[in-house]
């Protein structure tokens, strides 16, 4: 799959890439210290790259930290 590279507010770079039509992932790059975010693709448009950096810029702002393994563990409902 491929990728969009773009610059925030903050002057900090990151790879946007397209996992699926229901997620992107925020990649930080080139000394960016932030964690990588998950967003959810706006609806009127499919494709990274067809978007202006205003719009990046707002689904990032929109968006929370990702956690690769899920966020915070749950607990168990077997457990008493």
């Known amino acids: 799959m491929s990728f969009r ?3 925030d507010r903050n ?3 990151w790879d946007v890439r397209d996992r699926s039509k229901a997620e992107w992932v925020f990649e ?3 000394g960016n210290p932030s964690a990588p975010r998950r967003v959810k693709p706006p609806g009127y448009e499919s494709d990274p790259f067809e ?3 205003q719009d990046l810029r ?3 702002d929109e968006s929370g930290p990702w956690h690769p ?6 607990k168990s409902p ?3």
Do not use: S
Not at 69 to 74: A, F, Q
């Open 5 to 7: 590279r773009f610059t």
């Open 51 to 53: 978007l202006t950096d």
């Open 69 to 74: 393994e899920g966020g915070p563990p749950r």
């Open 11 to 13: 002057g900090q770079h």
């Open 78 to 80: 077997f457990l008493d």
């Open 58 to 60: 707002r689904l990032l």
């Open 28 to 30: 930080p790059v080139l």
